[in-house]
């Protein structure tokens, strides 16, 4: 990590490593989010499918999509021509845990439809990752 030139405790004067004592957190959210719940390797970037401009997705077209809201602005994803059910759970980036159910549990597969919205618990932000996966 590069903690940058103009702040204090940078890079080459740091002596004390717990100033950054929440980005070590946030940095083993991510990464267990990642090993645990996407084959981020075989993904790529389709914000491309997303109506919200302020949101990314990662995907792999047709398995898996990862969805990131840093708002609650409504988002509705374009998956093609796949079919069937398919379900939308939710992860919370800056606390961690389980995945969660927010409004949308599940949906019939059309060209573009709705996330839903995130669940409804007591929350320091408003970031979100949807997943969205063909029902099993």
């Avoid at 981020?40 to 914000?47: L, T």
């Avoid at 809201?69 to 845990?97: M, Q, R, V």
């Amino acid at each position: 990590w590069y903690f940058g030139a103009k702040h204090p405790h940078t890079d080459l004067t740091s002596e004390d490593w717990r100033q950054r004592e929440r980005m070590w957190e946030l940095t083993t959210i991510a990464r267990t989010f990642f090993e645990d719940h996407l084959p981020w390797w075989r993904m790529k970037s389709a914000d491309r499918l997303l109506s919200n401009k302020d949101a990314y997705c990662l995907a792999k077209e047709g398995e898996v999509y990862a969805v990131y809201l840093a708002n609650e602005n409504p988002t509705s994803i374009d998956i093609g021509k796949e079919s069937g059910d398919w379900t939308i759970h939710w992860f919370d980036p800056t606390k961690g845990g389980e995945l969660q159910t927010g409004s949308q549990k599940s949906t019939e597969a059309s060209a573009q439809f709705s996330l839903g919205t995130p669940p409804q618990t007591q929350r320091q932000s408003t970031d979100w990752v949807a997943i969205v996966r063909p029902a099993k």
